[in-house]
């Protein structure tokens, strides 16, 4: 009997172990609670931007985003009285042009030297949507305008890009200069579209990749934001 009753409570003790998570070494490893491991976060955002599903991939969320911003476009612009001054307000870096391949290169980390190389090279691609976005806003007669977090020692270098990415016209192009680099994103690229409406426009669509692209006043009649879980931009 008291053979049976030791057995009996040396179970319950391994019992409340195993609830409790701590097995012994030989069955399973302590594990302590911990953030998502890096490594493993990286897998998942290289198989996210490479995979081809048409949902929960990187090219079909832009895709369906860009659609929406260019069936918004539309119906404001067909509806536009006549003489109103209508505007387009695009972020540039993983909206109108992507940095993929500096992005990857760096491990998804920031080196300052790195990018500013990668900029001068003019190298980076459009983004099919967005393109597709600012060619329907050129159809209509709506007037682009390109607010980036980029400096103003960059700007021939980022118009270039533009450029032979497709972004052939525009009717302004904001960088941040001396004056801004104390500010915000947030109060620097709203400052920008201060301008913008106080020109007389009417900003029907503003597009980013990160929230700081679109937050603040004055706010866009609507605002689309593009997926990009590779960097966060306060």
């Not at 019992?15 to 609670?33: I, K, M």
């Not at 947030?186 to 409406?197: A, D, F, L, N, T």
Request: net charge neutral; aromatic share 8%.
């Amino acid at each position: 009997m008291p053979s049976r009753r030791l057995l009996i409570f040396s179970i319950l003790i391994f019992a409340s172990l195993v609830s409790q998570g701590q097995t012994t070494p030989t069955n399973r490893a302590l594990v302590p609670q911990e953030p998502p491991n890096l490594g493993k976060l990286k897998t998942r955002l290289l198989a996210y931007h490479n995979c081809t599903a048409n949902h929960g991939c990187y090219t079909a969320d832009l895709d369906r985003q860009s659609d929406l911003a260019i069936s918004i476009l539309r119906r404001r612009a067909a509806g536009a009285k006549p003489g109103e001054k209508l505007a387009l307000v695009l972020d540039i870096d993983e909206t109108a042009l992507s940095n993929w391949d500096e992005e990857t290169q760096d491990d998804f980390g920031y080196i300052a030297k790195d990018w500013n190389d990668w900029v001068d090279k003019k190298q980076a691609r459009a983004i099919a949507g967005t393109l597709r976005l600012y060619k329907e806003a050129v159809a209509h007669g709506v007037s682009a305008f390109f607010i980036t977090g980029r400096g103003e020692s960059q700007r021939d270098a980022t118009a270039d890009n533009l450029k032979s990415a497709g972004y052939d016209q525009w009717a302004g192009l904001a960088l941040r200069g001396p004056h801004s680099k104390e500010q915000s994103v947030r109060e620097y690229k709203s400052g920008e579209r201060k301008k913008i409406v106080d020109a007389g426009y009417h900003i029907i669509l503003n597009v980013g990749d990160q929230l700081s692209d679109l937050n603040g006043n004055p706010q866009a009649e609507r605002s689309i934001k593009l997926p990009n879980p590779f960097y966060y931009i306060p």
